[in-house]
């Protein structure tokens, strides 16, 4: 028969192995955030159709190397990037705002440095060339209501076979007209897949935009959504309704890689 000092030291030691589990999970799950994956949430409909209010992504940090914007609160302990791997047009980058750091913000790399950009008539053209485009399937959203919102939606192909889809509420949208920029050395150009709801380097910083992206400010590339679910405006998920989180959560986006 155990004495009461026996068991006592087995509890203790119990508590002190879930306490030193919890903590190596910890360090675990801080290192893996920190250097390679890290979770975003998607706040706006800026990338619709490709990402919707509710999207939960990884995103790989050690896809374009390390900079400062890289690490937690930004802290500058280096210049430039290491272990710096150019990213490709078409990627879905978050970065970090250039007129505001703190921000984070999640589009499609279009323009890579040393491009020409320019925006006719909701048409891209790079360098010159026209991305081409073919009208698909409308995208199409339920209102609260339970009305259906339809927006004409398009396919397009860059120059380097890339395939993604982008929406076009409107034919004259602010910013279908647009350019030409001049990507400098060292930045991208980057633009929302919602073409009349997005601001991006199609708006210049004093506007209030995005502008050119420089390397540096690329946190890592957006690889696959682990959950979604439906929220309300502005964007928060229904805690307050218990009863709609089975049909809330958008099964089929679960585990499907970003493009």
Known sequence: MKSKSEV??????????????????????????VFFYQPFNIPSGSMQSTLLIGDYLFVSKLAYG?????????????????????????????????????????????????????????????????VPRRQIEDFVQTEEDGRERRTKRYEETLPE??????????????????????????????????????????V?????????????????RADLIFFSAAVDEPGTFRLLRPWTWPFDVRWRRIFSLVR
């Open 66 to 130: 390390y900079s400062r914007y890289t690490f937690p609160l930004g802290i500058n302990l280096f210049s430039g990037r290491v272990f710096a791997s150019q990213p490709k047009r078409g990627d879905v980058v978050v970065f970090k705002l250039p007129r505001e750091p703190s921000t984070d913000y999640i589009k499609r790399l279009i323009g890579m440095p040393g491009d020409e950009i320019l925006v006719r008539n909701g048409i891209v053209s790079i360098n010159g060339q026209e």
């Open 161 to 202: 076979g890339v395939k993604y889809t982008v929406l076009d509420a409107r034919p004259d949208g602010d910013y279908d007209n647009a350019g030409p920029y001049k990507v400098p050395a060292g930045h991208y150009f980057m633009m929302g897949d919602n073409r009349d709801n997005s601001t991006d380097s199609r």
């Open 204 to 220: 210049p910083p004093h506007r209030y935009g995005v502008g050119f992206v420089p390397f540096e400010n690329l946190v890592g």
């Open 8 to 33: 006592s030291t087995a509890k203790d030691g119990g508590w002190r192995e879930v306490v030193n589990i919890f903590f190596h999970a910890l360090v675990i799950a801080f290192f893996v955030r």
